[in-house]
């Protein structure tokens, strides 16, 4: 049943790749809150598949998501 799991993963991973590339700050926020969903999702699949080098990815991914949010909560004020 993991073996599914790459595929919400990846629906979510473009999902906010649309977002972030918006010129609106609150879709740019969404679009790094559902980054940060995806790291999640590939981090399980990637446990679940001994993708090690996947989840290490997600990882280093996850900590500029969080700094994107970061940046655009600041840039709202």
Known sequence: MLDLLQWPAMAVTVGAGWLVASDLQPRRLWGFAL?????????AWGVHAAAWA?????????VTNVRGVADNRAASG
């Open 54 to 62: 996947l989840v290490v990815l997600q990882g280093f991914l996850a």
């Open 35 to 43: 980054f940060l969903v995806s790291n999640v999702l590939w981090v």
